[in-house]
């Protein structure tokens, strides 16, 4: 996906929302996750997959949540190190780049509206 996901669990209690702020008026207890407090002190950022409050998780990119009856979990779908590199000429993969970047570019330019 292209925006964040966020979700808050805490026993049998799971929440989720592509905003923080969502997940916080659902009524948790706002309390301070001193871990990611330490990362934004030490690195000037919020490590992710912390954030700012207490068990509440940012889903990383390339990763989804597997949620049953009595577990969630991160699971990754799409690791960089595992992808096998197919061996091209220089000018070959300069244009296939060339290529998706262009094709990326103008899916972004459409309009959903006249």
């Avoid at 009524?27 to 990362?39: F, P, S, V």
């Avoid at 509440?56 to 991160?74: D, F, Q, R, S």
Wanted: hydrophobic share 35%; net charge positive; glycine share 4%.
């Amino acid at each position: 996906g292209e925006k964040p996901l966020h979700y808050y669990k805490k026993e049998n209690y799971i929440i989720f929302g592509s905003e923080i702020k969502s997940i916080l008026s659902a009524g948790i207890e706002r309390n301070l996750n001193k871990k990611a407090l330490d990362t934004l002190l030490t690195y000037n950022y919020v490590v992710p997959p912390l954030t700012m409050f207490e068990n509440v998780y940012h889903v990383m990119p390339g990763t989804y949540l597997k949620i049953t009856h009595n577990k969630c979990e991160a699971v990754t779908w799409w690791d960089l190190s595992k992808i096998k590199v197919q061996k091209k000429d220089e000018k070959t993969m300069i244009n296939e780049f060339n290529s998706l970047l262009e094709d990326a570019v103008n899916i972004r330019l459409r309009s959903d509206v006249p």
